[in-house]
């Protein structure tokens, strides 16, 4: 069974660049999810799909970030403007269902560096 | 709402000796709690849960953890640690009846020595 996977796996970019990540989450897995990680730190949760429905998007910065989920697969998080702090670990997840005993399987990630 | 300290950031052991990783949280609800291992440019990968049932829990590659409410506590250990264990290892709590999202600790490196 292929895992979740993500494009690309390394991104460099200049400041105030658009910037686009891409996931496909395991095959009918209806809840995504994208988290950021910076460096030494554990991922934080920014965006929750449940199918198309983005159920929890508190911590999603708005003013510049965006995420989109047609059709309840595939997933884009997009970065427009980006910003040097923005440089970190970008994850995906997917997990069958949604509740607190779920298990969520990660990709590898897409490694930002905005100079 | 819930929260997680891993008390050590770094943790250096020798091969075939034990594996101590600790892990403190803090929940209003019934806690879910998970420990995630990340290997270099790998993904982050489940290495065992506890949901309730046996507060002993036996994940994947030998490791194992105690729930111990009462403590707070949900450490992760192995009896003989192998080359292939260095790695970074996060624990995760979440909240039946809460938030239900998970929470991560900031994670412990370990180092195994041969």
């Known amino acids: 069974e292929a895992g979740v996977v993500q494009s690309p796996r390394y991104k460099i970019i200049e400041k105030k660049q658009p910037v686009a990540f891409w996931c496909n989450p395991i095959?009918?897995?209806?809840?995504l999810y994208w988290y950021l990680q910076n460096l030494g730190q554990g991922p934080e949760l920014l965006i929750r799909?449940?199918?198309?429905?983005?159920?929890?998007d508190s911590q999603l910065p708005k003013d510049r970030f965006s995420a989109e989920r047609l059709k309840g697969v595939d997933s884009t998080l997009k970065i427009q403007p980006a910003e040097l702090g923005d440089s970190a670990v970008y994850l995906c997840?997917?997990?069958?269902?949604?509740?607190?005993?779920?298990?969520?399987?990660f990709g590898p990630g897409t490694r930002l560096l905005v100079l | 709402a819930q929260s997680v300290t891993q008390l050590d950031s770094h943790v250096s052991v020798s091969e075939g000796t034990p594996v101590l990783l600790r892990c403190n949280y803090s929940s209003s609800y019934s806690p879910s709690l998970f420990w995630y291992v990340q290997h270099p440019n790998k993904g982050l990968q489940l290495l065992l849960k506890?949901?309730?049932?046996?507060?002993l829990v036996k994940g994947i590659n030998g490791f194992e953890a105690e729930f111990k409410k009462s403590e707070t506590s949900f450490h992760l250990t192995k009896p003989s640690a192998h080359m292939s264990d260095a790695a970074e290892y996060f624990c995760v709590v979440s909240e039946q009846g809460g938030s239900e999202k998970l929470v991560f600790g900031k994670g412990t490196k370990l180092t195994v020595n041969p």
């Open positions: 506890y949901t309730s049932a046996a507060t």
């Open positions: 799909y449940e199918n198309e429905e983005a159920v929890d």
């Open positions: 997840a997917s997990s069958p269902g949604t509740g607190a005993q779920e298990t969520q399987y």
């Open positions: 095959s009918g897995h209806n809840t």
